[in-house]
């Protein structure tokens, strides 16, 4: 089975531990998706980034090389178009959050590291970094044409002036339900806790645009492999386990003889199924069933998730892929800002795939996607 092409991720700081426990973390044999370097002095680092490319750079700011303003100042000049994460301990944020002014794409505590926060860290280093550079080849454009003034890029300004916020606010949400800045009692637990739940929530949304965004502008070439989508199905089915269970909706699904295979974006296709099951387990009465079926056909892999929900009049399925449509108050189609298919279909199509809808009354609505083998 092929593998996706690994991120490649430089670590410039002199804790071998802490090399250690990233690589533990990101560096998985089996599936390949990270491949981790690790520098011990910034001078060592920047001769590496000479000789190699590297998508990735974290930064120690705890180490002797990150103490020194010059020395940082250095090593910032020397990486002005690559990705950089720093990492710092609590009682440092405040130069981590220097550290991101100046350009640095992200920073993570050292007492808040681990596998999930690390790979969204890097996630996003890679889309800030591929929305940066956006924004300067079309500033570069705009400056060749001779325009008088650039026009305001809305994505480029949510990416930079709102996601960092709310980032910051779940952080000091973290640790103050942690107990790290002091005692609460559960009055001031229950209130934090909301508060966090709604941050998450916008956190959400923004990514969906900026995911969106990507998917828009960049047009980057995917990083294709082979997906069992019986196996990529039952995982997705697992995540929206606890939806379902509340719900009291059951989910079945329906696989064709031998491994259904495709060519594929892994984490793109989870996102379009997880979303798509999602959306059937909101919409769908309780105590219902949601059908999935898995179809080979003889040059592509189709799937349908069937829910027995209200149905969608013809005219409103014509705008269900539109950007920011949700559907007429009171007939709500889609979740939180009205993204969500309109980037199922955008993925399927950087796949070569087709995304389809039917909706009848009595029998509910059904998703189809075909996405090629």
Same mark, same amino acid.
């Given at each position: ?16 531990? @802490? ?8 560096? @998985? ?34 180490? +002797? ?7 940082? +100042? ?18 440092? /944020? ?29 996630? &996003? ?6 929305? +940066? ?8 454009? /705009? ?27 779940? &952080? *000091?949400? /973290? ?17 934090? +806790? ?12 923004? !990514?969906? &645009?900026?995911? *969106? ?5 960049? =047009? ?26 509340? =719900?009291?909706?059951? *989910? ?55 829910? $027995?929900? $209200? ?7 014509? =705008?269900?892929?539109? $950007? ?20 199922? !279909? ?22 189809? *996607?075909?996405?090629?083998?």
């Amino acid at each position: 089975m092929a593998t996706v092409e690994p991120v490649t991720v430089l670590l410039i700081g002199d804790n071998r531990t @802490d090399y250690v426990t990233i690589r533990h973390l990101l560096v @998985d044999e089996t599936r390949g998706e990270y491949q981790v370097t690790w520098s011990r002095t910034l001078s060592d680092g920047l001769n590496l980034l000479k000789t190699n490319t590297y998508q990735v750079l974290l930064f120690d700011l705890t180490t +002797s090389l990150g103490q020194s303003q010059r020395a940082f +100042s250095e090593f910032w000049n020397e990486l002005v178009t690559q990705p950089v994460i720093v990492i710092c301990p609590p009682e440092n /944020e405040g130069a981590a959050i220097d550290a991101v002014k100046r350009g640095a794409q992200d920073y993570l505590l050292h007492s808040h590291i681990d596998r999930e926060r690390l790979h969204r860290a890097i996630n &996003l280093a890679l889309v800030r970094s591929a929305l +940066s550079n956006e924004q300067k080849k079309k500033a570069g454009l /705009e400056k060749t044409m001779g325009l008088s003034r650039l026009k305001e890029d809305f994505m480029g300004l949510l990416a930079n002036e709102v996601w960092l916020p709310l980032l910051g606010g779940r &952080l *000091v949400l /973290e640790h103050l339900l942690e107990g790290s800045l002091g005692d609460l009692n559960e009055q001031q637990k229950v209130a934090l +806790s909301q508060l966090k739940k709604g941050n998450e929530e916008s956190l959400a949304v923004t !990514q969906e &645009l900026l995911d *969106v965004y990507t998917y828009d502008q960049t =047009r980057q070439q995917l990083a294709k492999s082979d997906i069992d989508m019986k196996e990529m199905i039952e995982n997705c089915i697992k995540e929206t386990a606890q939806m379902a269970k509340f =719900r009291g909706i059951n *989910v079945v699904a329906d696989y064709p003889q031998g491994a259904p295979m495709i060519k594929g974006d892994p984490s793109g296709i989870r996102r379009v199924f997880i979303i798509l099951l999602d959306n059937a387990i909101k919409f769908s009465p309780n105590r219902q069933t949601v059908d999935v079926n898995v179809a080979q056909l003889p040059d592509a892999v189709q799937v349908s998730i069937n829910d $027995r929900g $209200r149905d969608i009049a013809p005219e409103d399925q014509k =705008r269900l892929f539109m $950007r920011f449509w949700e559907g007429e108050s009171g007939r709500k189609f889609s979740n939180k800002s009205g993204m969500h298919f309109y980037l199922c !279909q955008r993925i399927i199509d950087s796949h070569g795939g087709k995304m389809e809808v039917t909706s009848k009354p009595q029998t509910g609505t059904t998703f189809i *996607v075909t996405l090629p083998k």
